[in-house]
């Protein structure tokens, strides 16, 4: 994989996809809590994608995507592979304009999003657990149905729709220090950090990854990449490896990725379910997990906290097993 950002959402790309998508996607809350500020010393504005239309950032670059497309490919149709939250976005934003959306998912995908994809009026394949299943499940349906790929993160309407989170942050919450996102493939955090380099030059842009899926973390640290191989972890959204589009992105943009444990993860997502009466999920909670770990000093600092979902499964709550 090149490590050479060859093409990227520029300024332009990210405004139009703002424009876009106006009126199709929830302009999110940003909320703070007095309790996370006192525990980091700082000043923490979480911006609130679990309320996005279909729960998750990821509604922002599927719609943006899909409206992008040219009148012969959506009557094909889009395909994608997903493990939950870009199936059900990508569900949406083609059902809303009549356009068939495959959806390929792992076996092991959580039953609310299965059926939430469901409910959008997606028609799922399932597949073996593994990103080499996903793709060649993806290539048959592909090869079958004629539809457009479009892939959850390494795609540049995507970038350019997911970077509309931290833009709307940025333009709400002034002199922001830093940012966290968390970081799977890359969409959300590559598309943070463009609207970061673009828009509010100062800030430093942190990803946030569990300690069992830190393939991001190690093809950053060695700058070359690293693939996922199978990771376990309760952050089922962030399993998925970087691409050759978001990878390069993340390089030259990020400052620095943190990893966390699957326990602090929890401790992390009760404690905003808890102080902040929202629901979010174990993948949103990763970078409130990366801020609470305090690997620097944040005293004083403005810090901006992308969560990223709320898409849970009620009935396997993950506080149980700890």
């Not at 599927?62 to 012969?72: E, G, K, Q, R």
Request: hydrophobic share 40%.
């Amino acid at each position: 994989m090149t490590h050479k950002v060859i093409h990227k959402p520029d300024p332009k790309d990210i405004l139009e996809a703002a424009d876009r998508i106006k009126g199709f996607v929830n302009h999110t809350p940003v909320m703070s809590s007095r309790f996370i500020n006192g525990i980091v010393n700082a000043h923490v504005f979480f911006k609130c994608e679990n309320f996005q239309k279909v729960g998750a950032f990821k509604a922002r670059g599927a719609i943006n995507a899909v409206l992008s497309m040219a009148s012969d490919q959506k009557a094909c149709g889009v395909a994608t592979h997903s493990s939950g939250n870009h199936a059900q976005a990508l569900s949406f934003a083609a059902s809303g304009i009549n356009v068939p959306a495959y959806v390929v998912m792992p076996s092991n995908s959580s039953r609310v999003k299965v059926d939430a994809v469901k409910g959008y009026g997606g028609k799922i394949t399932f597949c073996e657990p593994t990103l080499e299943a996903r793709e060649e499940t993806l290539r048959q349906v592909i090869r079958e149905t004629g539809a457009t790929e479009i892939h959850p993160y390494n795609n540049l309407r995507i970038i350019a729709g997911q970077a509309t989170a931290a833009l709307e942050l940025i333009h709400e919450i002034n002199d922001l220090d830093m940012i966290f996102a968390p970081v799977g493939g890359g969409g959300l955090l590559s598309g943070t950090a463009l609207a970061t380099h673009y828009f509010h030059t100062e800030a430093q842009v942190i990803g946030a990854e569990p300690d069992q899926a830190n393939d991001a973390y190690l093809s950053f640290t060695q700058k070359r990449f690293i693939p996922s191989v199978n990771p376990v972890t309760i952050a089922d959204g962030l399993r998925t490896s970087l691409g050759p589009i978001t990878f390069p992105i993340i390089l030259d943009h990020v400052h620095s990725i943190v990893t966390v444990s699957e326990e602090s993860i929890v401790n992390a997502m009760r404690m905003i379910w808890e102080r902040m009466k929202i629901i979010i999920e174990p993948s949103s909670a990763v970078p409130v997990a990366a801020l609470l770990k305090k690997t620097i000093d944040y005293k004083g600092k403005r810090i901006g906290v992308i969560l990223s979902g709320g898409n849970v499964d009620l009935d396997q709550l993950p506080w149980k097993k700890f």
